[in-house]
């Protein structure tokens, strides 16, 4: 199976039931077009899991969290990158990519969740490297420049910038921050307690001593704890319809977590 033919086929062409002349249609058109270039950039250094039981699963779980959230303009896609390395990405255009070591220290439907939730914060809240940054995607987006047509220089910058800043930056820790915050909020929607996030993060806080990538691009744990204890302070019982079980437990079946 070669390259082009994989990433059409785990992320298939956006499709829009909007009118297609309307701005905002376009507008989508264009981050998911950006979106997928950023992908393919990601795909060079890391590529996907070929396994289509646990990429299914992982995307039936993102379908439920992603209307609980903003953009539903988007189609949400998910794909699982095939390393042991500890990574989670969210990528305009409504693209998710998670490790295989990422699935693997998800104890629960509630920590699966809470992190997935966190990276669909990050697209519905417009996150992005910098403000200047933010301002040359909008150009971007309005303009209707093609990443791969003969315009394309300034875009591949933007390009590079965001690879950049996924990583080896990070976003900054106020984004950070704010995902979390809205991912707790989604647990609530989706019968969840909040706090679950205090077990998952207290647990990567001792499993990430070492990741480099954890360590450069995210705020320390200890502080992400403290500001959902704040938010949330009131531990809440969980519902049954808490976490997708079924599907968390086709990962957990996929992926020896022992």
Known sequence: MNFIFLILL??????????????????????????????????????????????????????????????????????????????????????????????KTWESPASAEFVLAHELSHIYLSHSYEPEDNNSFEKFLQAGLDPTGGTAVAVRALEKKWDTMLKETGREPSQEYESDLSAGYILQELGCNPLAAVNYLNKMDKLTKKSDWIQKTHPSFPERIQRIQKEFKVKQKESSSCGSKSDWDILNEQFDKK
């Open 10 to 103: 785990l992320f298939t062409n956006y499709c829009s039931s909007f009118d297609s002349t309307s701005p905002e249609s376009h507008r989508v058109k264009q981050e998911t077009l950006f979106g997928r270039q950023v992908v393919k950039n990601f795909l060079i250094r890391y590529p996907l899991l070929k396994e289509e039981i646990p990429t299914k699963a992982l995307n039936r779980i993102v379908s439920k969290i992603s209307k609980k959230v903003g953009r539903k303009d988007l189609i949400y896609r998910a794909g699982i990158l095939d390393t042991d390395e500890i990574l989670a990405f969210s990528i305009p255009g409504g693209y998710i990519l998670v490790s295989r070591g990422m699935i």
